[in-house]
């Protein structure tokens, strides 16, 4: 900025001035970038002017990105102000050091943000919308609306004909179809009451909807349909939004969170909010060490009433001289013994810092029960709080954050194992021969035939016709169309299969299962309208394959991505999942089966069929059946001895019934010999 003899120079912004040039002030001397920079530093009397009348500052002169705003979005007005001889003042806003500068008043505009707080629709009208920078709108419509297919929700066809025409046929096959929306009719009680509501079953901005009509080649779609049920936020309307679809949004610790739902679930690791209401609040997120103390006093309560039990039954009354029911039994003492190794043996194949009861503040005392030094077992949650719960559960850990344990068996043998990985899982895929072009024309009733995981040998429940919605798409619309369209068929959702369809790094349309391993394919077949071959250039499908490896040098199955241990080896029934990486050497998974684990184990053991208590139980059954036969078969003797004492006393009596008829005959007999003589 240069003035002459006569000239003078002032910078204002919203009536505030930042700075002033008198005559006779050489380009260089007077206001510069940096001058004025300095002038808006703090502290300042420039810089509090312009706060007091509610304009901010960012950037600098300098840099060449200084910007004043207004916080009530009010217009604001930059002047230079001019004084002297029409050549006086050279420089200055948008002019050279040579350049005269006659003064200038320049006024930003604030610009306008319509929104509704209802999801209503806006309307702008007035006399003339266009000369305030507005476009007029109507009743239903919305202005710049966009619509992106999600592939992750599916899409389908739904077939309206003379069957069906009438709203209650279109509400029943939209129900029907299940295509994630439902179809109702509502009545205002206008004299044209009904009108037919679309509502979708999912949440969040994603769940918008888009609706288009098709005729069956070459016959055009019903004129009638086409203007009652057309629907584009991004073009025709014929319906009117009355609900639009929106995100959950929230800040967790100034970081702003979206959602599709109202369960939000990645914004906290490990926690889930449900969020019901706008506002704020205050979340504290702690380890729950109540429940895990109460768990394990529940464990110290459980065998001790085992222990009482088994001393009880096994043990000698002295005061009522008696003896329990399994006094001097083998297979109780056996149980006792077992037990009580089990609970002082150190756990094996820990990584942390806990093996032992001892180390958690539970030990044995005197008459053999458990108990529990609360002091000692806060310290030991307070500083290992992740082994408290691998000290009583069976648990996997692995060095490999794409390697995670999965599950176990009785029969898996505690330990640290190397994981080596010769293949990785992949999926079945089709990849196309050749990029598409930028734009892709599905013509209505296209039609293909996908089988989808197929097995040996085939299956027609694997296999059906999947309908492409008709237009014209781009390269990344068409995948997510053939993606929702393959997956909305009822046939592959009911079976809980699905594809992926992407775009890869040369612009080739990708469609993979989303299913990992041998039992992982896709094929595809011509039904009508656009081939397979149009998209794929007749690529050929290649099937999955599964993971394999070994781990801990024994040999192990793969089945997709899931790797589990052989039966007789060390690694029985251990299931670890690879879900990416590198083939070769994939660090170590060390497994461990805790106090509680080993217990319920050793108790299924000796309780199923071959175990110790069911032999035992199963025995002292056969000695009373035994006992019984016995009993049975001496009583079948005693009521055989007294049949026999029975008829031999008959017999007897019989006899000496016989010998006193025998002997009153005699006497008779001899009686009147006696008196005959």
Same mark, same amino acid.
Request: charge should be negative; hydrophobic fraction near 35%; glycine fraction near 12%.
């Given at each position: 900025?240069?003035?002459?003899?006569?000239?003078?120079?002032?910078?204002?912004?919203?009536?505030?001035?930042?700075?002033?040039?008198?005559?006779?002030?050489?380009?260089?001397?007077?206001?510069?970038? @940096?001058?004025?920079?300095?002038?808006?530093? %703090?502290?300042?009397?420039?810089?509090?002017?312009?706060?007091?009348?509610?304009?901010?500052?960012?950037?600098?002169? =300098?840099?060449?990105?200084?910007? !004043?705003?207004?916080?009530?979005?009010?217009?604001?007005?930059?002047?230079?102000?001019?004084?002297?001889?029409?050549?006086?003042?050279?420089?200055?806003?948008?002019?050279?050091?040579?350049?005269?500068?006659?003064?200038? *008043?320049?006024?930003?505009?604030?610009?306008?943000?319509?929104?509704?707080?209802?999801?209503?629709?806006?309307?702008?009208?007035?006399?003339?919308?266009?000369? @305030?920078?507005?476009?007029?709108?109507?009743?239903?419509?919305?202005?710049?609306?966009? !619509?992106?297919?999600? @592939?992750?929700?599916?899409?389908?066809?739904?077939?309206?004909? /003379?069957?069906?025409?009438?709203?209650?046929?279109?509400?029943?096959?939209?129900? #029907?179809?299940?295509?994630?929306?439902?179809?109702?009719?509502? *009545?205002?009680?206008?004299?044209?009451?009904?009108?037919? +509501?679309?509502?979708?079953?999912?949440?969040?901005?994603?769940? /918008?909807?888009?609706?288009?009509?098709?005729?069956?080649?070459?016959?055009?779609?019903?004129?009638?349909?086409?203007? $009652?049920?057309?629907?584009?936020? =991004?073009?025709?309307?014929?319906?009117?939004?009355?609900?639009?679809?929106?995100?959950?949004?929230?800040?967790?610790?100034?970081?702003?969170?979206?959602?599709?739902?109202?369960?939000?679930?990645?914004?906290?690791?490990?926690?889930?909010?449900?969020?019901?209401?706008?506002?704020?609040?205050?979340?504290?997120?702690?380890?729950?060490?109540?429940?895990?103390?109460?768990?394990? %006093?529940?464990?110290?309560?459980?065998?001790?009433?085992?222990?009482?039990?088994?001393?009880?039954?096994?043990?000698?009354?002295?005061?009522?001289?008696?003896?329990?029911?399994?006094?001097?039994?083998?297979?109780?003492?056996?149980?006792?013994?077992?037990?009580?190794? $089990?609970?002082?043996?150190?756990?094996?194949?820990?990584?942390?810092?806990?093996?032992?009861?001892?180390?958690?503040?539970?030990?044995?005392?005197?008459?053999?029960?458990?108990?529990?030094?609360?002091?000692?077992?806060?310290? =030991?949650?307070? #500083?290992?709080?992740?082994?408290?719960?691998?000290?009583?559960?069976?648990?996997?850990?692995?060095?490999?954050?794409?390697?995670?344990?999965?599950?176990?068996?009785? &029969?898996?043998?505690?330990?640290?194992?190397?994981?080596?990985?010769?293949?990785?899982?992949?999926?079945?895929?089709?990849?196309?021969?050749?990029?598409?072009?930028?734009?892709?024309?599905?013509?209505?009733?296209?039609?293909?035939?996908?089988?989808?995981?197929?097995?040996?040998?085939?299956?027609?429940?694997?296999?059906?016709? +999947?309908?492409?919605?008709?237009?014209?798409?781009?390269?990344? %619309?068409?995948?997510?169309?053939?993606?929702?369209?393959?997956?909305? &068929?009822? =046939?592959?959702? /009911?079976?809980?299969?699905?594809?992926? &369809?992407?775009?890869?790094?040369?612009? #080739?349309?990708?469609?993979?299962?989303? #299913?990992?391993?041998?039992?992982?394919?896709?094929?595809?077949?011509?039904?009508?309208?656009?081939?397979?071959?149009?998209?794929?250039?007749?690529?050929?499908?290649?099937?999955?394959?599964?993971? @394999?490896?070994?781990?801990?040098?024994?040999?192990?199955?793969?089945?997709?991505?899931?790797?589990?241990?052989?039966?007789?080896?060390?690694?029985?029934?251990?299931?670890?999942?690879?879900?990416?990486? &590198?083939?070769?050497?994939?660090?170590?998974?060390? !497994?461990?089966?805790?106090?509680?684990?080993?217990?319920?184990?050793?108790?299924?053991?000796?309780?199923?069929?071959?175990?110790?208590?069911?032999?035992?139980?199963?025995?002292?059954?056969?000695?009373?059946?035994?006992?019984?036969?016995?009993?049975?078969?001496?009583?079948?003797?005693?009521?055989? +001895? %007294?049949?026999?004492?029975?008829?031999?006393?008959?017999?007897?009596? +019989?006899?000496?019934?016989?010998?006193?008829?025998?002997?009153?005959?005699?006497?008779?007999?001899?009686?009147?010999?006696?008196?005959?003589?």
């Amino acid at each position: 900025m240069a003035t002459g003899a006569d000239g003078g120079y002032t910078l204002s912004v919203g009536g505030v001035q930042l700075a002033a040039q008198g005559a006779d002030v050489a380009a260089g001397d007077g206001i510069t970038a @940096a001058s004025i920079d300095t002038a808006l530093t %703090e502290p300042s009397t420039v810089l509090t002017a312009l706060t007091n009348a509610g304009i901010t500052v960012s950037g600098t002169a =300098a840099g060449g990105d200084l910007k !004043f705003t207004r916080a009530d979005g009010a217009n604001l007005v930059v002047e230079e102000a001019v004084t002297g001889s029409p050549a006086a003042v050279n420089g200055g806003i948008g002019k050279g050091g040579g350049e005269v500068n006659g003064g200038s *008043s320049t006024t930003a505009v604030s610009g306008i943000s319509l929104s509704s707080t209802d999801a209503s629709p806006i309307t702008i009208a007035g006399s003339n919308p266009a000369l @305030a920078g507005l476009t007029a709108g109507t009743g239903g419509s919305y202005l710049g609306g966009t !619509f992106a297919q999600d @592939a992750n929700i599916a899409s389908g066809i739904v077939t309206i004909d /003379s069957t069906n025409n009438t709203l209650e046929g279109i509400r029943d096959a939209v129900n #029907k179809a299940g295509l994630g929306v439902t179809a109702t009719i509502v *009545s205002d009680g206008s004299a044209n009451p009904y009108h037919l +509501v679309f509502t979708s079953n999912a949440t969040g901005a994603n769940a /918008s909807m888009k609706m288009t009509l098709s005729g069956d080649d070459p016959d055009p779609a019903d004129s009638a349909l086409v203007d $009652m049920l057309t629907y584009d936020p =991004a073009g025709t309307q014929k319906m009117t939004q009355t609900s639009a679809a929106q995100d959950t949004k929230l800040s967790v610790n100034g970081i702003a969170v979206t959602s599709h739902s109202n369960n939000v679930g990645e914004a906290i690791q490990g926690v889930t909010l449900t969020v019901t209401q706008t506002g704020s609040s205050t979340l504290n997120v702690s380890k729950n060490t109540g429940t895990v103390k109460s768990n394990v %006093e529940a464990f110290v309560k459980a065998y001790n009433d085992l222990n009482g039990t088994l001393k009880k039954l096994t043990g000698y009354n002295a005061e009522t001289k008696t003896g329990g029911a399994l006094q001097g039994d083998s297979t109780a003492q056996s149980v006792q013994s077992q037990i009580r190794r $089990m609970m002082t043996t150190g756990i094996s194949g820990l990584t942390g810092d806990i093996t032992t009861l001892g180390q958690v503040g539970i030990s044995f005392d005197k008459d053999g029960t458990l108990s529990l030094d609360s002091s000692k077992f806060q310290k =030991a949650m307070d #500083k290992s709080f992740d082994d408290i719960g691998a000290l009583f559960g069976a648990v996997g850990r692995s060095t490999d954050s794409l390697v995670s344990f999965t599950s176990s068996t009785s &029969a898996t043998k505690p330990g640290t194992y190397d994981l080596s990985i010769t293949q990785l899982a992949t999926q079945g895929a089709l990849t196309g021969a050749s990029a598409l072009a930028a734009s892709t024309t599905i013509a209505a009733n296209t039609t293909w035939a996908v089988t989808l995981n197929d097995g040996t040998p085939s299956s027609a429940k694997n296999t059906t016709n +999947v309908t492409i919605p008709a237009g014209t798409y781009t390269a990344t %619309e068409l995948a997510k169309v053939v993606q929702s369209s393959i997956n909305g &068929a009822s =046939a592959f959702s /009911s079976a809980g299969s699905a594809v992926t &369809a992407t775009i890869d790094t040369d612009g #080739k349309l990708v469609l993979s299962s989303a #299913k990992y391993g041998s039992a992982s394919n896709i094929k595809l077949a011509d039904v009508s309208g656009n081939t397979v071959d149009s998209l794929f250039g007749g690529a050929t499908p290649t099937a999955g394959l599964d993971v @394999a490896g070994t781990l801990g040098g024994h040999p192990v199955t793969g089945s997709g991505q899931t790797l589990t241990g052989l039966a007789g080896t060390d690694v029985e029934g251990l299931k670890v999942e690879v879900t990416g990486g &590198a083939i070769g050497d994939r660090g170590t998974v060390s !497994f461990s089966q805790g106090y509680a684990y080993q217990l319920n184990n050793l108790a299924t053991t000796m309780l199923g069929k071959t175990g110790q208590i069911t032999s035992r139980t199963d025995g002292i059954n056969q000695s009373i059946k035994d006992v019984a036969k016995q009993r049975d078969h001496f009583a079948d003797k005693l009521t055989s +001895v %007294e049949a026999r004492y029975r008829k031999q006393y008959s017999a007897l009596d +019989v006899m000496l019934t016989n010998m006193q008829a025998t002997s009153s005959y005699l006497t008779q007999q001899l009686a009147a010999i006696a008196a005959n003589r």
